[in-house]
């Protein structure tokens, strides 16, 4: 595979090392993109307005800053401009000759407005990787409206599909529209600059709606929909078409999933817990057989749970080789063996102290990611991308300061 291409550093460890990435999202899907690149050692301009990024105030804080913040802007450079002043978007221009990719998810026409869009910089730098998040595209009747991914992941389809069919629909509780975009934007970036390295072609624009990332991941909806005119709606706890695959409350009044769905597994589960005619009833002997007695399944597996602890529900299972967890808490998570000998904890000093953050997959055995550093205070890098990178002199940084147009 080739080389994917640089801005003038000599490859590292890191698979991203040497590519220059100028980040202008906020919040979440654009910077989540920009974390992951620069996890896997891109260098990752953040421009940030004179303000902040707004998620520096988000959720829970630790003398004044995010804790979330020191993760999702970990390994970044930070530039304050005002995007809105002239100079500002002069400064923007200037850095975006200088980049390898652009990261923006602002609502369509944002950047056009200030001048900074794809073929205004494209004039600049022929090379530049273009990545656009929005809530529905940068085209079609929906491309103006704006789009948060609550709203997405209901019109993606996801919404719908989730919680229990006598209740109103249920989101988790995490912004996955929002998380979903961010990876597929990696995805159509790192994409986009390997047809660069194999053809030699110019940079281009890559495209990513939340709802259309939320769509990407629905499975077979749609060809069940247009081939059997089946509306796949909301299972609970359970996996429509797929049995069993359901939640278990246990003795010690805690709950374990259970996923025994395969032909081999049912019989040994059903074996395990007691249950040895229904392991050879051939009504049960294939998917499909399951699917038609769901209850009778279930209700066999529930007696069995209620009737042992939690601990030695999955003992058994682990056991009889049949795949069954806990529902994990972020403490649980923290306290077991196996996410700690995976390395999925990472610490970073930030000026309250230490942190941890999580790492970031996926795992590479020779070049593998790592957190660096903590998200940046506001600005703290302007200085030095300015001069260092745009070559400006000190009396025009302190007159761009002055002007407003950068903190």
């Not at 407005?113 to 940068?138: D, T």
């Amino acid at each position: 595979m080739p080389e994917i291409p640089i801005s003038g550093v000599q490859p590292d460890a890191s698979p991203l090392a040497g590519l220059r990435v100028l980040e202008l999202g906020q919040l979440l899907a654009g910077p989540f993109a920009g974390c992951v690149l620069g996890y896997f050692g891109a260098e990752v301009i953040k421009i940030e307005p004179l303000g902040g990024d707004p998620l520096r105030n988000w959720r829970v804080l630790r003398n004044g800053t995010s804790l979330w913040w020191h993760s999702l802007a970990r390994n970044k450079k930070s530039v304050a401009i005002d995007l809105q002043h002239a100079e500002g978007q002069a400064l923007v221009r200037e850095l975006a000759r200088h980049a390898d990719v652009l990261i923006e998810n602002f609502k369509p026409g944002t950047m056009e407005k200030w001048g900074l869009g794809p073929n205004e910089l494209k004039a600049l730098n022929a090379e530049l990787v273009y990545a656009r998040v929005s809530g529905y595209g940068q085209s079609g009747p929906y491309a103006s409206r704006a789009g948060f991914a609550s709203v997405c992941e209901a019109v993606g389809g996801f919404r719908h599909l989730n919680g229990f069919a006598d209740r109103p629909p249920v989101r988790p509780n995490l912004s996955l529209g929002d998380t979903l975009a961010g990876l597929h934007a990696v995805i159509g970036i790192l994409l986009a600059l390997n047809a660069q390295g194999r053809r030699r072609a110019s940079g281009q624009v890559v495209d990513v709606a939340i709802y259309e990332s939320v769509f990407n991941v629905l499975e077979a909806v749609v060809p069940e929909y247009d081939g059997a005119g089946v509306v796949r709606g909301p299972s609970g706890s359970t996996l429509t078409g797929i049995v069993p695959s359901n939640t278990y409350l246990c003795a010690d009044d805690k709950y374990v999933v259970v996923g025994a769905n395969g032909d081999s597994l049912f019989k040994r589960l059903m074996r395990a817990i007691g249950q040895p005619a229904m392991a050879d009833d051939p009504r049960f002997a294939n998917n499909a057989g399951r699917v038609q007695h769901e209850r009778e399944i279930d209700d066999a597996i529930g007696a069995w749970t209620r009737a042992h602890t939690s601990e030695e529900v999955l003992r058994t299972l682990n056991d009889i080789s049949v795949p069954g967890g806990p529902i994990y808490s972020v403490a649980d998570m923290l306290a077991d063996p196996h996410f700690n000998a995976r390395g999925l904890f990472e610490e970073v000093e930030t000026n309250e102290g230490p942190l941890k953050v999580p790492a970031i997959l996926p795992k590479l055995e020779n070049t593998p990611g790592g957190t660096r550093s903590a998200g940046p205070k506001l600005g703290e890098h302007t200085d030095e991308v300015l001069r260092d990178l745009l070559q400006l002199p000190a009396e025009r940084i302190r007159a761009l300061r002055e002007a407003r147009a950068i903190v």
